[in-house]
């Protein structure tokens, strides 16, 4: 059950401050104490300040800065010191604090990593005109380009709907508002 009005985010950056808001009537601070538990890449468990009768939970730059990048399983609990009750939970994404990467980095997602490699298969075999060889007893198939195709055309709709969910753009476009009278 979802008690919880907060401003929780769905996104974070590693090496950034963090700041999430939790407003729980029913598990009022300071006679309940909140904590964070984040279960992905690495453990992460975080105990909120009270913030009025709801719940702040911070961590600062330095703190965040150790927190793997990936997805992470979060849940939040509110005790009293006898009765604990998860308050609410979901995930969100940690990602890499570009300022603190040296080796080299990749931030397309894997979607975006697919539909380029397809891209360049396609390309390649645009100067291949056999699908299949034999030497030796060994041979090599390769994939249909109508198959190669299909592939492409699925990683491409994938790749525009994160890119529409990223930008917060409709699948449909901008809504019209109808009145009946």
């Known amino acids: 059950m979802t008690y919880c009005c907060t401003s929780f985010p769905t996104?974070?950056?590693?090496g950034l401050s963090f700041k999430?808001?939790?407003a729980v009537s029913v598990y009022?601070?300071?006679?309940?104490?909140?904590?964070?538990?984040?279960?992905?890449?690495?453990?992460?468990?975080?105990?909120?300040?009270p913030d009025g009768t709801g719940h702040l939970f911070s961590a600062d730059a330095a703190a965040t800065a150790d927190w793997a990048p990936g997805t992470y399983w979060w849940a939040i609990r509110a005790t009293n010191g006898?009765?604990?009750a998860e308050i609410e939970t979901g995930n969100l994404l940690?990602?890499?604090?570009?300022a603190a990467v040296s080796a080299p980095y990749d931030g397309r997602s894997d979607n975006e990593k697919a539909l380029a490699s397809i891209?360049?298969?396609?390309?390649?075999?645009?100067?291949?005109?056999?699908s299949r060889y034999v030497i030796n007893n060994r041979e090599l198939w390769r994939t249909p380009i109508?198959?190669?195709?299909?592939?492409?055309?699925?990683?491409?709709?994938?790749?525009?709907r994160e890119?529409?969910?990223?930008?917060?753009?409709?699948?449909?476009g901008r809504p019209v508002r109808v009145e009946f009278s």
């Open 11 to 14: 996104e974070v950056t590693a």
């Open 20 to 22: 999430a808001a939790v």
């Open 28 to 49: 009022p601070a300071p006679a309940w104490t909140a904590t964070l538990h984040m279960r992905g890449p690495s453990q992460i468990d975080l105990t909120a300040a």
């Open 82 to 84: 006898t009765d604990v």
């Open 94 to 98: 940690v990602v890499a604090d570009l």
């Open 119 to 130: 891209d360049a298969v396609l390309a390649r075999r645009a100067t291949i005109d056999q």
């Open 146 to 160: 109508p198959e190669l195709i299909k592939l492409r055309a699925f990683y491409a709709a994938a790749v525009a």
């Open 163 to 172: 890119k529409r969910k990223a930008s917060g753009t409709r699948r449909w």
